[in-house]
Structure formats: C-alpha cells, structure tokens
C-alpha cells in the first residue's frame, strides 16, 4: 500500500513539474531598438553565407535614425514612420569589399530597404511590403549582440 502511494505520488509531482506548465505568451516586439535580423529579401532566403562579415540586419530608433549591417556593409539612415507606414530615406553605406554573391545581396537589401512603403509586426516578425502591397523583406527580433 505505501509503494502504491509513493508510486502516485511520484507521478503527480510530476506532472506538475514547469516542463507540463502553460508557457508564458510571448511578449510584443517594439519596432524601436529591436535588433531585426533579416530572414527574406524579395521571397528568397537571406541566410549567412560564405564570405559574410556579420548578420543583415536593422535597428530602428525613436528619433527616426537606423543602423544595420548588409552582410558586408554597415548601414545608417533615416526613415519616416506612421501606423503602418515605414519608408526609408536615403542611405549610407560603407565601401568594403566583399565575395561577390555577398556585395549583390547587400546591395540587394538596400534597394528592397528603399522600396519598403508599410509594415507589420506579425509575433516575433517584422514585414516591410513596397507600394503594391508585395513583402519586399522579412525579419525577425533577436536579442541584441
């Protein structure tokens, strides 16, 4: 008898064990100083690839100012921000060389940055779509470097 009670017991602290508890929603991703890696450019994966110096990726800041990387280059700007509007002014880039499929998709990211007209922020992604309504980048947050 005492084995059965141990034995159920066992089995309940178990199942309350965190493992089996309700995970905790994620929280809301903010638009500003949020680290947005970039997952997509015009539909095609945009995954590290050889000769890359450092993630493709923006933070947007408050006072309308981004920093970034294009996976060769660093980048910096400013942008126009409303509800569900984002546009992009003109941006500055560094010159450094790099493998030549890493400069086209660099370059690649730029320009779908300046056809960029609205966004959502669909959970833990960010959704940039140009005038016609047709995604031109996808992110995701991460933590901060």
């Known amino acids: 008898m005492v084995r059965y009670l141990f034995i159920f017991l066992f089995a309940f602290l178990g199942a ?3 493992r089996y508890a ?6 809301a991703v903010a638009l500003f100083r949020t680290w947005w890696r970039v997952e997509r ?16 990726h923006i933070i947007l800041y408050s006072s309308r100012t981004m ?4 996976g060769c280059n660093q980048i910096n700007g400013s942008f126009r921000h409303s509800a569900g509007v984002l546009r992009f002014g003109p941006i500055a880039s560094t010159k450094m060389m790099c493998r030549p499929e890493v400069m086209a998709r ?13 966004y959502v922020i669909d959970g833990r992604r960010l959704k940039l779509y140009d005038r016609a309504g047709r995604e031109v980048l ?8």
Do not use: H, N, T, Y
């Open 16 to 18: 309350c064990s965190p």
């Open 22 to 27: 309700a995970q905790p929603e994620p929280e």
């Open 41 to 56: 450019i015009e539909g095609r994966p945009a995954e590290f690839i050889r000769g890359q110096r450092r993630d493709m």
């Open 67 to 70: 920093v970034g990387a294009g």
């Open 106 to 118: 660099d370059r690649a990211f730029v320009a779908a940055l300046g056809k960029a007209r609205s």
């Open 138 to 145: 996808r992110f995701m947050a991460v933590k901060s470097r």
